[in-house]
């Protein structure tokens, strides 16, 4: 009984800790589906909407991937470091990496291998200024999967975890939505991946 007991606790406490490391990315899987109103003014979910601007900061117009990631990671992260979470997480993808790769602060750090719950960023090959970015979802030997706002195309994923890429035309329409994308590590556009460690997580 008593091993029984000891048992469970260190269950319950596995599960507390898997669920505390990947809540950023489960909250931000929870969101999945999320579609904007046409030309980037805002989104068709009221609630989504309103937290998109009080939380993250959007406003009309703007290109929102940034502000997705921005998002989850105010959601489900201490209030304590929210200060230098918000300077870091710019709503310009290329500002957020220079800021990340340049920050002297301990638990942030920027890589060119992922782990789940990392934030991908990419730049544009025609202009510097841009790019994308999204939250790392899933890891194979090939490449990875993310969680962005603003795309267009997605990924389904099949039993055995084989993968159907969707693109614009099958079915989906162009207007910008949460989704998840497989995407290869050999891509030309792909930048790196900033990571937090995992203290900044909240209990919830």
């Known amino acids: 009984m008593k091993g029984k007991k000891i048992l469970y606790t260190v269950l319950g406490f596995g599960i507390?800790?898997?669920?505390r490391k990947f809540s950023i990315v489960l909250f931000a899987k929870s969101l999945e589906g999320m579609k904007e109103k046409a030309g980037n003014m805002g989104f068709l979910n009221p609630e989504f909407d309103k937290k998109m601007r009080d939380v993250a900061g959007f406003k009309n117009s703007q290109q929102w991937c940034a502000y997705?990631?921005?998002?989850?990671?105010?959601?489900?992260?201490?209030?304590?470091?929210?200060?230098?979470?918000?300077?870091?997480?710019?709503?310009?993808?290329?500002?957020?990496?220079q800021r990340a790769k340049n920050s002297k602060i301990e638990y942030i750090s920027v890589h060119q291998k992922p782990k789940i719950g990392d934030i991908v960023i990419w730049q544009s090959q025609t202009n510097k200024n841009?790019?994308?970015?999204?939250?790392?979802?899933?890891?194979?030997?090939?490449?990875f999967i993310s969680i962005e706002g603003n795309l267009n195309s997605y990924v389904e994923l099949k039993k055995g975890n084989?993968?159907?890429q969707l693109k614009e035309g099958d079915?989906?329409?162009?207007?910008?939505?949460?989704?998840?994308k497989y995407h290869y590590f050999n891509e030309k556009?792909?930048?790196?991946?900033?990571?937090?460690?995992?203290?900044?997580?909240?209990?919830?």
């Open 171 to 180: 079915n989906i329409k162009s207007q910008g939505i949460v989704a998840r």
């Open 162 to 164: 084989k993968i159907k």
């Open 68 to 97: 997705f990631v921005r998002f989850a990671f105010l959601s489900k992260t201490k209030q304590k470091y929210h200060k230098e979470l918000k300077y870091i997480l710019s709503p310009s993808t290329q500002s957020m990496w």
């Open 189 to 204: 556009t792909l930048k790196g991946f900033i990571r937090f460690k995992q203290k900044i997580n909240a209990k919830n």
């Open 130 to 143: 841009k790019g994308h970015t999204g939250i790392v979802t899933w890891i194979d030997r090939k490449g």
């Open 16 to 19: 507390f800790w898997l669920l």
